[in-house]
């Protein structure tokens, strides 16, 4: 169980163009979920959290019209990259969490985007 | 807001030595602290996790100790083997509001086990 789905899984695109990720939960529902981005070496840093039915609560320097959020539904968000450039370039992660009072986080596997 | 360190940032040990990773933390009401292993390329694996009530817990050859007063917890792994190599993090998680729950990771340790 806990099972988090993640789509593209890896992405190239030409600068200025638009990349959408999707995030799912295959077998539970997730009230909540997280986006990620990684660079090569280092941590995980936390983008925003994605809360189904409401906007998403971006973390601070994560510019919101840029990477725009939707969570339309308990098993789905997803992550638009609008007019990517290169320094976008990243692998970005979600994560779920399971309704209820659990705060554990499921980790999707990841989709690496390069932009050219 | 929550920091977490976490150290070493690289541990090497031989197979079946015992490995170490200790992680600090700052905020006082942060009550879950998860490890993950995560291998080149793929996403963060959940090994073992603590909640604020528990100091000690074991799985097997993973064990992760609490200490709240001090605000530090610590994996210990036993006789570790090649496939144990990978970048561990520790996280602490507090509650943000909004019935969310969010993770502040440390850093990572790549651990390399040598054969």
């Known amino acids: 169980g806990a099972v988090v789905s993640q789509h593209p899984s890896w992405v190239i695109c030409k600068s200025g163009t638009s990349v959408k990720i999707e995030c799912r939960s295959l077998?539970?529902?997730?009230?909540?979920m997280f986006w990620y981005r990684q660079f090569p070496k280092q941590s995980l840093m936390l983008m925003a959290t994605?809360?189904?039915?409401?906007?998403?609560?971006?973390e601070q320097g994560v510019e919101k019209d840029k990477f725009l959020i939707n969570h339309a539904s308990l098993t789905l968000s997803t992550l638009t990259v609008t007019s990517a450039h290169p320094e976008d370039s990243s692998f970005y992660i979600c994560?779920?969490?399971?309704?209820?009072?659990?705060?554990?986080?499921?980790f999707g596997p990841g989709t690496r985007l390069t932009v050219l | 807001g929550e920091n977490v360190e976490q150290h070493p940032s690289t541990l090497s040990v031989q197979e079946g030595d015992s490995a170490v990773i200790k992680c600090t933390y700052s905020?006082?009401?942060?009550?879950?602290f998860p490890w993950y292993k995560q291998e080149l390329g793929k996403r963060p694996q959940l090994i073992i996790d603590?909640?604020?009530?528990?100091g000690e817990k074991k799985d097997q050859r993973i064990a992760v100790t609490l200490n709240k007063t001090a605000k530090h917890f610590s994996l210990h792994i036993t006789e570790t083997q090649p496939e144990d190599s990978a970048v561990y993090f520790c996280?602490?998680?507090?509650?943000?509001?909004?019935?969310?729950?969010?993770?502040?990771f440390g850093k990572g340790t790549k651990l390399s086990v040598i054969p």
């Open positions: 994560s779920a969490r399971v309704a209820g009072i659990d705060n554990t986080q499921y």
């Open positions: 077998d539970f529902q997730a009230t909540t």
């Open positions: 994605s809360n189904e039915g409401s906007k998403a609560t971006y």
């Open positions: 905020d006082s009401a942060s009550n879950y």
């Open positions: 603590i909640r604020s009530n528990v």
């Open positions: 996280a602490a998680s507090r509650y943000s509001g909004a019935g969310s729950y969010q993770l502040t």
